[in-house]
């Protein structure tokens, strides 16, 4: 029986692997005509679709009603799933994480850089609105953040998966799975809030616990607090790692964060000096200083914002390589 | 420690969804049960949301007062009842606010025990 090693979509090789399981990978939608595989004989490696013994699994998987949609979910999710997950022990490779944040960057640097770029601008425009329209802006920004996450997330975890997906995909959260996706990026949100007035611990448990709602909601398609449940209660078995590794992949925008706190509180201790710790003369040179303070914070959204980009690039290796790790099927 | 929910509850869709509009409702009143079909929803939430305008609008209008006034009612010769007449005058409309909020929120509490009740009540019949 001859055997197989196939590049996955992070760039790394797997197997040797027999007929058999790449056979049984194609069913499930983890390969594709374009992935790239490499039989023992061969010197280099070569589009599936090249290999004439799996022309017919190939087929199969384009048969309408066997493969997925378009920004559909590449993995089947039977009955059974969910109870499976839960039942297994999660294992969440630390270092391996932290290595598929540079090896997903080089095996698809433009596509990542495009998608991160279209998420980011996204985003962008949430913030802008969030800072512009009082009241009603944070909330459109809360709504709409989960389902531009989620399908962002969705096909970078379909392109770490070998799929052939488009950066432009990124909005296929407004077709997927839209309503779900919204509630989820919206009471999480919301309850972590609620819980950040109960001494901020309990939110920084919530906010590490259901990481990967929006990301289940779109992967697996499932009831937004089948979701949020399914999150938590995996995550909470390993959360302590899942809280370092949150950390540790997105170090700059928390080093900022901590510098931007910091260089805003020295701002207005400064001012509470001037006025001569009088509530009454600080808010009136807060009031006469509003135009300075509106661009204190936009200057530092703006920073916060690039930083994020940046960051964002590496990050989402990371964070797509953990969610197979605890979701996904154990192979590679 | 549990690290999971009963396995009952976990095959109980409905009574998973119900669990998730509540939550919802939690998060915003009204919102858990328009999602749920429940068109007294839209009350819940006209009557949360017109709640916490008021409360953001006035409130931020009675902390300048506050700031604004603040030696006038704190200093060595104020009156505490002359204070508290004045400041009542701008703390009712907050007050209002936050209690319409509170009251949108009981509302939509009952809404979703009536559903999860309801989903009980259909698990136990089949």
């Known amino acids: ?332 | 420690m549990r690290t999971s929910s009963a396995p009952e509850s976990r095959d109980d869709p409905g009574r998973q969804k119900a669990r998730g509009y509540l939550a919802t409702n939690l998060a915003v009143p009204g919102l858990g049960s328009l999602v749920a079909g429940r068109k007294v929803g839209v009350l819940q939430m006209i009557l949360y949301l017109s709640g916490f305008v008021i409360t953001m609008v006035f409130g931020i209008r009675f902390v300048e007062w506050s700031l604004a006034h603040w030696s006038e009612y704190h200093g060595p010769d104020a009156d505490p009842i002359t204070a508290l007449v004045a400041m009542w005058q701008h703390v009712r409309w907050p007050f209002l606010g936050v209690a319409m909020c509170v009251l949108a929120w009981l509302w939509s509490f009952i809404t979703s025990r009536s559903l999860l009740a309801e989903t009980k009540a259909k698990s136990a019949a089949h």
Not at chain 1, 310 to 316: A, D, G, S
């Open chain 1, 1 to 332: 029986m001859a055997n197989y090693t196939i590049i996955g979509g992070d760039g790394k090789e797997y197997g040797p692997v027999s007929d058999a399981e790449l056979r049984q990978w194609i069913a499930e939608g983890r390969l594709n005509a374009e992935s790239r595989v490499k039989a023992e004989s061969d010197a280099e490696f070569r589009a599936l679709a090249q290999f004439p013994e799996f022309a017919a699994a190939l087929k199969q998987q384009a048969t309408p009603g066997i493969i997925a949609p378009p920004g559909a979910s590449a993995e089947p999710v039977d009955a059974n799933w969910e109870t499976n997950v839960l039942a297994r022990e999660p294992e969440l490779k630390f270092g391996e994480c932290l290595a598929a944040g540079w090896s997903f960057l080089g095996a698809n640097a433009g596509f990542v850089i495009a998608a991160v770029f279209l998420a980011w601008v996204a985003n962008l425009v949430l913030v802008a609105i969030s800072l512009t329209l009082p009241l009603i802006g944070p909330f459109i920004l809360l709504c709409f953040n989960g389902v531009i996450m989620g399908g962002f997330y969705l096909v970078c975890l379909r392109r770490l998966r070998g799929e052939t997906v488009s950066p432009s995909e990124v909005f296929c959260g407004f077709k997927i799975a839209f309503p779900q996706l919204l509630l989820t990026g919206l009471v999480s949100a919301l309850l972590a809030e609620l819980a950040f007035c109960c001494f901020i611990l309990p939110a920084v448990y919530l906010f590490v616990a259901w990481f990967f709602a929006v990301v289940l909601v779109a992967d697996k398609r499932l009831f937004f607090w089948n979701a949020m449940e399914l999150s938590r209660k995996v995550v909470t078995r390993v959360w302590f790692e899942m809280f370092v590794l949150i950390l540790v992949a997105f170090l700059p925008v928390l080093i900022f964060q901590i510098f931007n706190l910091i260089h805003t509180g020295k701002y207005f201790m400064d001012l509470w000096d001037q006025t001569g710790h009088n509530w009454q003369q600080l808010a009136q040179t807060m009031q006469s200083q509003a135009a300075s303070i509106r661009n204190l914070t936009v200057e530092s959204t703006l920073i916060g914002q690039l930083i994020y980009l940046v960051n964002l690039f590496y990050c989402t290796g990371v964070i797509i390589r953990a969610y197979e790790n605890l979701f996904g099927s154990r192979k590679p």
